[in-house]
């Protein structure tokens, strides 16, 4: 199989013109502007985000659900927020891929919905969320969550005025559910009945943390491994390598799949490691917006199927 790994860097780079999801370092001051939750964040944390950056900012916020949650829900909102247009790179690879939808695993590390509104843009019927795509259906597995993965409660359950601090999940329910849009999020965000819950989304730090099911995104990571273990070729398209990742490179350095990685700026520590394990690599420094027509020549040319172009 092929599969798709995308990063944050794939959404940032989809467009040329068009408003896109920022990269880690301008993350935070995009979300104070909001004037929401991260804004009414005490100043020394503040400093710390500026400072040390996203992911070291997230560790120094305090363990309680009354913080933890509005933060969720402000990034959720807000990532959610941004459509693709028609010449959005994720829009243009997967027209370009309709008739190989089932060969190709997507997957992605990402919380926004950019990938579901391309895939839909691109002649699906249907989005699910894992991998079983067909030539009707396109899926995506998210192994960190998403802003429209949401907990489902007992019929009548108003979920307020509850308190976690210290603790490692807030709640886990049987069930979850998808929303299907930017104002359904908003809608569920801002309801009284879910005013102690949040989306289903690792945490944005270096612990990748869950405070909403853990247990559902550790199945996800669960399905990552096993999907990467059977790839045969995987396109790394604008993922950081940060060595403390475990969850994301320790299966693709193990199993050692040909790997072709777009990325203007890539890690130069990376690109010593798969020398020194001889992994076989193809680069493409640049864009994701200007790499589409070589990732769909590739993936082509390496599915045994007659063209239908």
């Not at 199945?219 to 790839?231: A, H, L, M, Q």
Request: aromatic share 10%.
């Amino acid at each position: 199989m092929i599969s798709l790994l995308f990063g944050a860097g794939a959404s940032f780079g989809a467009e040329l013109h068009k408003p896109v999801p920022p990269l880690g370092n301008y993350l935070f001051d995009k979300l104070v502007e909001l004037g929401g939750a991260f804004a009414e964040l005490p100043d020394d944390i503040k400093q710390e985000f500026r400072l040390h950056g996203f992911e070291k900012g997230m560790l120094s916020i305090p363990n309680d659900s009354r913080v933890i949650n509005p933060l969720q829900k402000e990034i959720a909102k807000y990532l959610s927020s941004f459509k693709p247009s028609n010449e959005n790179a994720y829009v243009r690879l997967f027209r370009s891929l309709r008739e190989y939808a089932k060969h190709v695993n997507v997957i992605t590390l990402n919380y926004d919905l950019l990938i579901e509104h391309a895939m839909l843009m691109s002649g699906a019927q249907k989005v699910s969320y894992g991998i079983d795509a067909n030539e009707k259906s396109y899926s995506v597995l998210k192994v960190h969550g998403s802003a429209n993965f949401v907990p489902v409660l007992a019929p009548n359950i108003i979920f307020e005025g509850n308190v976690s601090i210290g603790c490692g999940a807030f709640i886990e329910t049987n069930q979850i559910r998808s929303l299907n849009s930017h104002e359904e999020i908003i809608k569920w965000c801002d309801s009284r009945q879910n005013s102690d819950l949040s989306p289903i989304m690792c945490m944005y730090n270096k612990e990748k943390r869950v405070v909403i099911n853990p247990k559902y995104l550790e199945s996800k990571r669960k399905d990552y491994t096993g999907v990467i273990s059977n790839t045969r070729t995987l396109i790394i398209v604008g993922v950081k390598y940060i060595e403390h990742d475990n969850h994301i490179w320790d299966v693709i350095l193990d199993s050692a799949p040909e790997l072709i990685i777009v990325d203007p700026y890539p890690s130069e520590e990376f690109l010593l490691l798969l020398k020194q394990r001889n992994i076989t690599h193809t680069l493409i420094r640049d864009s994701f917006y200007k790499s589409v027509l070589k990732l769909s020549l590739h993936i082509r040319s390496r599915v045994k199927i007659d063209p239908q172009i």
